[in-house]
């Protein structure tokens, strides 16, 4: 066993070993437990994210593995978004007593559901073989729902149930899709879904069974106009959660989606594979730049910031070049630093301003500047206010639609990307420095521990925006270019 | 597979649309999973064996959760049930129109496939009680089963396997929350959940 392989093994391992742990650990050393396990996890992803970014021209593809740089990002993404969801969890388990679960075993569940998604999550990006990959996504299916609605409450109960019925649905169309493949393949068995094998598929079935596959996976990703789940599930599962579903399920997801357009792009041409992934990018701009608009509670705010951000994805993944997928390599990672931040401070957003759970959050500069600047640095890199990286990754993007000789299509977006930033600058400003309601002073609960989470991104997307001058010309782009082929 | 047996399982996903008692659609939806899997038998001794014990499993949890959560009358559907099936058949008909040929073997199985997914998603978005919704899933998993048995080189085992085991584990997190439903609003009715319309 080779040493990637060996690290894949361990990246997956380590989380599900976690998981275990955490559930059979004595309640008083639950959360100590789940530190060190999500610690592990992550330094196993970091290890695994090094040496595949580090040798980016030289992949690992094997029949049932794939250790590339797309691969190394997300798994690096979701170590990162797993180890600080893990590291913000006993601030939400202290302020939110209640749940599907009795108190007693709450956090035990709590963090064995955590760490089987981060398993399941983290196997996907690593999966050489596209019906593995549906297994796995629709795998996550089960514990996140459980998840969204381990709260309980009624709205809890109602975005887990929309969020479990209709990706299930939607993955059953994107089995569909994976059948057709299989039909038209001259492999038979697992072997004709393997990655490499997919540019073997018979011509006449290929299109159709591309356009079910990318139809159901956007039911997933949350894609306009099957996103319906997204804005509920994102708003009412614990914030935690609502960071792993954003900031590393739906890039991970969309990176099957990628992979496929890849793979099938000799047998459909690469016009049809892009045209797909423009559409579904323009079509979620369009969608989440009206509720950008409104004043609307935080988290359900950064919920359609979401599917604003995937848009973004689509379009560069479409868009296809060195520029756009630079652009989309920068726009992940930055996405996930600064919505995962978003999400883990509404927890004391909560806590300082309970009516911010059906409102829009107001003035919280004027009463609390510590959580206020967590808020901004959060929603600012969202908006792409300079000089976040999502400002750099999103021109990045547009400048690789012209260059991909889409003019059309990246000036639409252009302009709908302005139009997202003034409505998301709009909530920035009523967010930091609106009308305040009269607020308890003392610190809410979790509020230090997103402060210092928050001064450790700031270098971060700082230094990120630093490389995305860096990294259209270098051999991280040019390796996402290339795919596994 | 031949014909009549397509027919039949297309018939048994009609019902499942118009009937209206939870354990009548439960009855409907293992029966054709058991058809799927004594078709199967003659080509895959695995693959049906996977089927036979998917459908044994999903029926008798739906049957235990139908008979804990017994409802005073059965949750109305908000569109009746003659309506219900000309939707069936119209989305189905419409997507046989529009769908190519897909490589099974034979038109008819594609159909077939086709009329059971175009089932299961008119089940799911008709049906207001939460345990039809989950039915039309496993409707649209049986019609994905169908194409799987109809693959010209036959599918592959481990993946029917996974298949089995995501939908049964699909299935028990939808019933974990049916029963936290029932439980808060004393109805398995989605109706009750309009919080959250935008």
Redesign the interface.
């Known amino acids: 066993m080779s040493s990637r392989e060996l690290l894949a093994l361990l990246v997956v391992a380590a989380p599900a070993l976690a998981a275990a742990a955490t559930v059979v650990a004595p309640r008083r050393v639950v959360h100590v437990v789940a530190t060190v396990g999500a610690l592990a996890s992550a330094a196993a992803a970091g290890a695994l994210a090094t040496v595949a970014l580090a040798s980016p021209g030289s992949p690992l593809v094997e029949r049932w593995l794939v250790v590339d740089a797309a691969a190394g990002l997300l798994v690096a993404v979701i170590g990162v978004v797993g180890l600080t969801a893990v590291l913000v969890s006993p601030a939400y388990l202290a302020a939110s007593p209640h749940g599907?679960v009795r108190a007693e075993r709450r956090p035990r569940t709590f963090y064995g559901l955590v760490f089987c998604f981060w398993a399941i999550l983290t196997a996907i990006p690593l999966v050489g073989n596209l019906?593995?990959a549906w297994?796995l996504v629709?795998?996550t299916?089960?514990a996140s729902?459980?998840l969204v609605?381990f709260g309980?409450k009624?709205?809890a109960?109602?975005?887990?149930?929309?969020y479990?019925?209709l990706t299930?649905?939607g993955l059953?169309?994107a089995?569909?899709g994976i059948?057709?493949l299989?039909?038209?393949?001259p492999?038979?068995?697992?072997d004709?879904?393997s990655w490499r094998a997919l540019e073997h598929v018979?011509a006449?079935?290929a299109l159709?069974?591309y356009l079910l596959l990318l139809a159901g996976l956007a039911s997933k990703i949350g894609w306009a106009p099957v996103h319906n789940w997204l804005?509920?599930a994102h708003s009412?599962a614990p914030a935690p959660v609502s960071a792993m579903l954003s900031a590393a399920l739906l890039p991970t997801v969309m990176l099957v989606a990628w992979r496929s357009s890849q793979a099938l792009t000799p047998v459909i041409g690469d016009s049809a594979a892009r045209s797909v992934l423009v559409g579904f990018g323009l079509v979620s701009l369009a969608v989440a730049v009206p509720f950008l608009w409104q004043a609307m509670p935080w988290k359900r705010l950064l919920a359609y910031s979401s599917l604003e951000h995937m848009g973004v994805i689509a379009l560069g993944i479409g868009f296809g070049t060195p520029l756009a997928l630079a652009g989309v390599a920068v726009h992940i990672v930055g996405h996930a630093l600064a919505k995962a931040l978003g999400f883990y401070a509404a927890t004391p957003l909560l806590g300082h301003e309970p009516r911010a759970a059906g409102h829009a959050a107001r003035g919280i500069g004027r009463t609390d500047g510590r959580l206020a600047s967590v808020l901004g640095v959060s929603l600012g890199a969202l908006a792409g206010l300079p000089p976040s990286p999502l400002f750099a990754s999103e021109v990045l993007i547009v400048a690789g639609g012209f260059a991909a000789g889409r003019p059309w299509s990246a000036a639409i977006a252009a302009a709908l990307l302005s139009l997202g930033f003034l409505g998301l600058a709009h909530a920035l400003l009523e967010t930091i420095a609106g009308k305040a309601h009269v607020r308890d002073r003392a610190a809410p609960p979790g509020r230090r521990g997103v402060v210092i989470l928050a001064s450790i991104a700031v270098p971060c997307l700082l230094s990120l925006t630093v490389a995305a001058v860096w990294l259209p010309g270098s051999a991280i782009a040019r390796a996402l270019v290339r795919g596994i082929g | 597979m031949n014909g009549a047996l397509i027919w039949l399982l297309v018939a048994l996903g009609l019902a499942v649309v118009v009937v209206r008692r939870r354990s009548v659609a439960v009855g409907l939806v293992t029966a054709q999973a058991l058809v799927l899997a004594v078709s199967a038998a003659q080509d895959t001794a695995a693959g049906a064996a996977v089927l036979a014990v998917r459908a044994v499993a999903l029926g008798t949890l739906l049957l235990l959760v139908v008979s804990r959560t017994r409802e005073p009358r059965p949750v109305r559907a908000g569109i009746a049930p003659i309506a219900r099936a000309g939707l069936a058949v119209g989305f189905a008909l419409a997507l046989t129109w529009l769908?190519?040929?897909?490589?099974?073997e034979s038109r008819n199985a594609e159909r077939g496939?086709l009329a059971l997914?175009a089932f299961?998603?008119t089940a799911?978005a008709t049906r207001r009680a939460?345990l039809f919704?989950?039915m039309?899933?496993v409707l649209?998993?049986n019609?994905?089963a169908l194409?799987?048995l109809q693959?010209?080189?036959?599918?592959?085992t481990?993946?029917e396997i996974?298949?089995a085991l995501?939908l049964t584990?699909?299935a028990?997190?939808?019933v974990?929350?049916h029963e936290?439903?029932f439980a808060?609003?004393g109805a398995g009715d989605?109706a009750?959940?309009?919080?959250?319309r935008?």
């Open positions: 599907i019906g593995g297994l629709e795998a299916t089960a729902a459980l609605g309980g009624p709205r109960l109602e975005a887990a149930w929309k479990l019925i299930t649905l059953g169309v089995l569909l059948v057709v299989a039909a038209g393949s492999y038979g068995g697992l004709a879904l018979h006449g079935h159709i069974a804005p509920d009412e | 769908i190519p040929a897909i490589g099974l496939v997914i299961g998603i799911a939460t919704q989950v039309g899933i649209c998993e019609g994905l194409a799987a693959l010209p080189g036959g599918s592959s481990a993946l996974g298949v995501d584990l699909v028990l997190v939808a974990v929350f936290r439903i808060e609003f989605t009750a959940l309009r919080s959250l935008e």
